[in-house]
């Protein structure tokens, strides 16, 4: 278990573990042990003693500790790693969702046959559309490449089922 997933855990809990701790050794301000009262004189008196004598900060102190606690737990539920802030994973995944559209754009604006040669729909008039085209095909061909090496083709995908059949 990580930490964070452990203290996060710990603070979720918090309330009732004060509580038992107040009723087990506290002393209200009037001397009276914790544990003999009842309801709100309790619940008054375990925000004073958790608060060192204010209820006010007790009381934030008690309710503040679960909130804390589920942030950690969540934070450590999300799969990011640790130091990194969070708004940097979102970025990422901006960033992997805008290449995913380019790369949908670059497939109605190229053919690609089953030999790989691409060959584009559109005709290009200037030495920018040229280079921004020619970027967009490198893009592609980068992506084929990555499928391949990864088996993600279904012609790879059977070629490689073969390989391991004849390997076994």
Not at 79 to 86: T, V
Request: contains cysteine.
């Amino acid at each position: 278990m990580q930490k964070e997933t452990a203290v996060g855990t710990a603070f979720i809990l918090s309330n009732p573990i004060i509580n038992t701790a107040a009723s087990a050794i506290g002393i209200a301000k009037t001397g009276t042990a914790i544990g003999t009262l009842h309801g709100a004189a309790h619940a008054s008196a375990t925000a004073a003693w958790i608060g060192l004598g204010s209820m006010k900060a007790g009381l934030f102190i008690m309710n503040a500790l679960p909130v804390v606690g589920a942030l950690l737990v969540l934070d450590s539920l999300s799969g990011r790693g640790h130091g990194s802030p969070i708004i940097d994973c979102y970025e990422q995944a901006w960033r992997d969702y805008e290449v995913q559209c380019e790369l949908e754009e670059l497939k109605q604006q190229v053919n690609v046959d089953p030999d790989h040669q691409v060959r584009s729909k559109t005709s290009i008039t200037s030495f920018a559309q040229l280079d921004s085209h020619f970027q967009l095909l490198e893009r592609e061909h980068d992506l084929y490449q990555f499928k391949k090496e990864m088996g993600l083709l279904p012609a790879q995908a059977q070629l490689n089922q073969q390989k391991s059949g004849v390997a076994e």
